[in-house]
């Protein structure tokens, strides 16, 4: 069975109450369950998680790709500073879909920036929680296409 990683970073748990302006009114409870819901759909394995701390989304990159596990990161604002996240990826192998919420490009400049969008497969941002999705059936593309992990 395809399985896929869920990696949310820091202040994501705030979502709902956070700058809702900016990331939409959805807390990360619902956006996980929107995806679980679709996940189910599509006969994939969902694995969420969240944490504010660096170190804990290293391993937990780490562990995805030495699974062969898909890996929808939403880096929060390591995207734009984690040069740890970056090597997690290209260390691991993990096929890491990045995705933002809001659209960062029309944001301030440090937001244009991404350390890890070039060892990630591809990049989906500004689209709000739909991009969850997006991003999701990209990867289970992907993960199809790249076969199970080798021995
Ligand atoms: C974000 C964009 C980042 O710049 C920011 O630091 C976040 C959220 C987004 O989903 O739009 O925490 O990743």
Redesign the pocket.
């Known amino acids: 069975m395809t399985s896929i990683h869920l990696l949310n970073?820091?202040?994501?748990n705030l979502l709902g109450r956070r700058e809702p302006q900016?990331?939409g009114g959805d807390t990360l409870a619902d956006i996980e369950a929107m995806l679980q819901a679709h996940a189910g759909q599509r006969g994939v394995a969902l694995t969420c998680r969240q944490s504010n701390h660096e170190g804990e989304l290293v391993s937990w990159i780490q562990e995805a790709g030495l699974a062969g596990a898909g890996v929808l990161l939403?880096?929060?604002?390591y995207?734009?500073t984690s040069v740890a996240l970056r090597d997690a990826i290209a260390g691991s192998g993990a096929n890491v879909v990045e995705?933002?919420?809001?659209n960062?490009y029309a944001?301030e400049e440090f937001?244009h920036k991404s350390l890890i969008a070039p060892v990630c497969r591809g990049v989906i941002?500004g689209f709000g929680k739909t991009g969850y999705i997006l991003g999701f059936d990209a990867l289970v593309a992907l993960v199809a296409l790249a076969g199970p992990p080798s021995a």
Request: charged share 10%.
């Open positions: 970073g820091p202040n994501l900016i990331y939403n880096a929060g604002a995207t734009h995705i933002h919420l809001s960062v944001r937001r941002c």
